[in-house]
């Protein structure tokens, strides 16, 4: 095969792939929204109701509206509020088919809009997207649509910035027969009259001069958190930045104490320090904070392409570009999710068994009725949620709800077992960020290191749990110091603002080319087209960028764009050099093929300096900028690349394959006078 031939065939080559990858017109059918949806969320701009207690009576008024505006009943398996919000609906329907998804969900829009305007709906996926022609049942041929990452500016979505915070939990005890506070009702205090003690405060009043104290003390008043979790017992949340911090607040709390009750011998431990600079988990919190999110977003099928990255030292900046449920997320982010297998003193017992009810547990020795949060205090944690394995599973529970299942590691299983064998009888708590969610007997020995978390957990929180449970726990509590949302219009907006100003400029371009180069002219917009394909498909192809360092997951922006802008002129630049040599190579009067050869070795080394520099600083950009930089760097530090390709091979093959032709000999097509040509 010819050299020419090869160079057609390449082009041509090139040309089809980018289309394919950069458009993907061929895809699956199910990756294009081909199967139904069956659940449809809506959200209204005011509560409709104002009780809770009114929802379930609201939602089947609901029901009986979308059922006289179009829906069969049977077509309707629930209408519920999330998460007991009167704002947010779920309407669950049985469509089987992608056509009964749209229509159910176009009815069920028109019914709810003629009672409340304001409402806006969603299906799972966003906009469904069909076929134009199936080849057979598997694959099928879709509209040209440039398949990129969007990021926050082009589609909406949600910004959020968390900030790693320090937290410290403090202990102080006094002999059980010697209460700081008062929990007994009003006969056991007179008998503790009687015997010579009277504690000095209720559990309230002694929680207030605690906190006062701190607060007088300089403890920051966010965070800070005092409950007498029992009448000796006293637990003290503060957000210390470090130890020093840590130590005066404890002799604070201690001489408050000593000077209230002279004759009682206080205990003060700290329980647990995390310090965000320094200190437990050092300068690399926000990384270990980062992985966690990481992996929750990932587990979450709702999320597409997040954007997470380190602010500093102790913040987390979270892009979510087309989120649907922001509060839903923001929620999942915050939630340190601390599991802990706790063993329950074996003088308590659960008031209401079977109930899924722990608020309020049974003290066996004085018949006290005493707060789960007193019973915590006194329970010994055996085993944490950094013990289990990430394979949490969804699945049905014993009374029509959920539950999820849960596995230990192979190393904690025989110590898990040896753990139920010694306590058999016994309760033990499994509790989720200090709240108890079960407390089971330990009935005999668990060899297989397998259990479950459930009562009365609807699908959408055991998914909310399993997904917790397999992302891990945050090492330090979070606080969203910056929260704001774009709006979907107004991405349409900048992207449809920015492709005409980039259709406009290629225009421009084109244009220009043809009228000042000629038949060159024509040869580099041909290039030009394929760089544009070219750059597209990369952008797209996220395992084709894996080769790059850090560039996985490109999402477009809208400095992206102008960095594709940007790129493009550069291209054109290249172009401009060459035809500009070839020119001088043809008024010198050397042949089409030495004027080729000799044109393009000149251009070189002035295309090469100046890309060279363009691409040393999108590198400083994209490991010195931040996210909106980065996507700059990315797509202009892939385009000049690329332009390097297109204007020195391409516009190359194509110079010398239209030379070798009679029409290509002509030098009035080049701009050239023949007359002018010396020699």
């Known amino acids: 095969m010819s050299p020419t031939r090869l160079w057609i065939l390449i082009i041509i080559a090139l040309f089809v792939v980018s289309v394919l990858v950069g458009f993907a017109p061929i895809r699956h059918l199910h990756t294009a929204a081909e199967a139904p949806a069956h659940t449809f969320t809506y959200t209204f701009t005011e509560p409709l109701v104002e009780d809770p207690a009114d929802l379930d009576a609201k939602a089947e008024e609901i029901r009986a509206l979308l059922i006289s505006g179009g829906m069969a009943e049977d077509d309707i398996e629930y209408v519920q509020f999330l998460n007991d919000d009167p704002t947010r609906l779920e309407v669950e329907t049985y469509a089987t088919r992608y056509e009964e998804s749209e229509r159910f969900f176009s009815t069920i829009t028109q019914a709810l809009r003629a009672e409340y305007p304001d409402v806006a709906g969603s299906m799972p996926g966003g906009p469904t997207e069909r076929p134009v022609a199936k080849l057979g049942n598997f694959l099928g041929i879709y509209p040209l649509k440039p398949q990129v990452r969007l990021g926050l500016d082009l589609q909406g979505g949600a910004h959020v910035v968390l900030q790693c915070l320090p937290e410290t939990v403090m202990i102080f005890e006094s002999d059980e027969d010697k209460p700081m506070a008062e929990f007994a009702p009003a006969e056991e205090a007179e008998s503790e009259e009687a015997a010579g003690w009277q504690p000095k405060h209720t559990k309230e009043s002694l929680a207030r001069s605690v906190q006062a104290e701190l607060l007088r003390r300089g403890a920051s008043e966010k965070g800070l958190k005092v409950q007498v979790v029992a009448p000796y017992r006293i637990r003290v949340v503060t957000r210390a930045e470090n130890d020093q911090e840590v130590k005066r607040q404890k002799s604070a709390v201690q001489k408050l104490l000593a000077d209230t009750y002279p004759d009682l011998t206080i205990k003060a431990e700290v329980a647990s320090s995390i310090f965000v600079k320094g200190g437990a988990f050092g300068e690399r919190t926000a990384d270990k904070v980062l992985n966690i999110i990481s992996r929750r977003l990932y587990e979450m099928s709702e999320?597409?392409?997040?954007?997470?990255?380190?602010?500093?030292?102790?913040?987390?900046?979270?892009?979510?570009?087309?989120?649907?449920?922001?509060?839903?997320?923001?929620?999942?982010?915050?939630?340190?999710?601390?599991?802990?297998?706790?063993?329950i003193p074996a003088r308590y017992e659960d008031t209401s068994p079977g109930d899924d009810l722990y608020d309020e547990w049974r003290d066996k020795q004085t018949s006290e009725i005493v707060s789960w949060e007193r019973v915590l205090s006194e329970s010994i944690t055996e085993f944490a949620g950094s013990d289990l394995k990430s394979t949490a599973a969804v699945h049905p529970g014993r009374q029509n709800d959920w539950a999820v299942g849960f596995e230990l590691r192979d190393d904690k299983k025989q110590e898990f077992a040896e753990f139920t064998r010694r306590n058999v009888g016994r309760f033990m708590a499994i509790v989720l960020d200090d709240q108890c969610q079960m407390a089971p007997v330990i009935r005999e020995e668990i060899a297989h290191g397998r259990g479950e978390i459930s009562g009365n957990m609807s699908l959408d929180e055991a998914r909310e749990l399993k997904l917790l449970l397999n992302a891990g726990a945050l090492p330090v509590p979070?606080?969203?110091?910056?929260?704001?949302?774009?709006s979907a219009t107004l991405g349409q907006d900048s992207i449809r603002q920015s492709l005409r100003a980039g259709l406009l400029g290629l225009v421009v371009i084109a244009i220009f080319m043809i009228a000042y180069y000629r038949l060159p002219g024509v040869l580099a917009n041909i290039a030009l087209l394929l760089y544009v394909l070219m750059l597209l498909a990369l952008i797209a192809a996220p395992n084709?960028?894996?080769?790059?360092?850090?560039?996985?997951?490109?999402?477009?922006?809208?400095?992206?764009?102008?960095?594709?802008?940007?790129?493009?002129?550069?291209?054109?630049?290249?172009?401009?050099?060459?035809?500009?040599?070839?020119?001088?190579?043809?008024?010198?009067?050397?042949?089409?093929?030495?004027?080729?050869?000799?044109?393009?070795?000149?251009?070189?080394?002035?295309?090469?300096?100046?890309?060279?520099?363009?691409?040393?600083?999108?590198?400083?950009?994209?490991?010195?900028?931040?996210?909106?930089?980065?996507?700059?760097?990315?797509?202009?530090?892939?385009?000049?690349?690329?332009?390097?390709?297109?204007?020195?091979?391409?516009?190359?093959?194509?110079?010398?394959?239209?030379?070798?032709?009679?029409?290509?000999?002509?030098?009035?097509l080049y701009g050239i006078d023949e007359k002018d040509v010396r020699g």
């Open 544 to 668: 084709v960028l894996k080769v790059f360092a850090g560039v996985g997951s490109v999402t477009l922006t809208l400095p992206g764009i102008a960095g594709i802008i940007l790129s493009i002129g550069m291209a054109v630049d290249a172009n401009v050099i060459i035809f500009e040599r070839l020119k001088e190579e043809l008024w010198a009067g050397k042949s089409m093929r030495a004027a080729v050869e000799e044109g393009f070795s000149r251009a070189w080394t002035a295309i090469l300096d100046g890309n060279v520099t363009t691409l040393i600083t999108a590198a400083v950009l994209y490991f010195l900028g931040t996210s909106l930089i980065k996507s700059f760097a990315v797509t202009l530090f892939l385009g000049v690349t690329l332009s390097l390709f297109t204007a020195v091979t391409v516009t190359r093959w194509l110079v010398t394959i239209v030379g070798q032709t009679r029409l290509g000999e002509r030098l009035s």
């Open 303 to 343: 999320i597409r392409e997040p954007i997470t990255q380190v602010q500093g030292n102790d913040r987390i900046i979270v892009e979510l570009p087309g989120v649907k449920n922001p509060e839903d997320v923001k929620r999942i982010l915050q939630a340190t999710a601390i599991l802990k297998f706790v063993l």
């Open 478 to 486: 979070l606080e969203i110091v910056e929260d704001r949302t774009v």
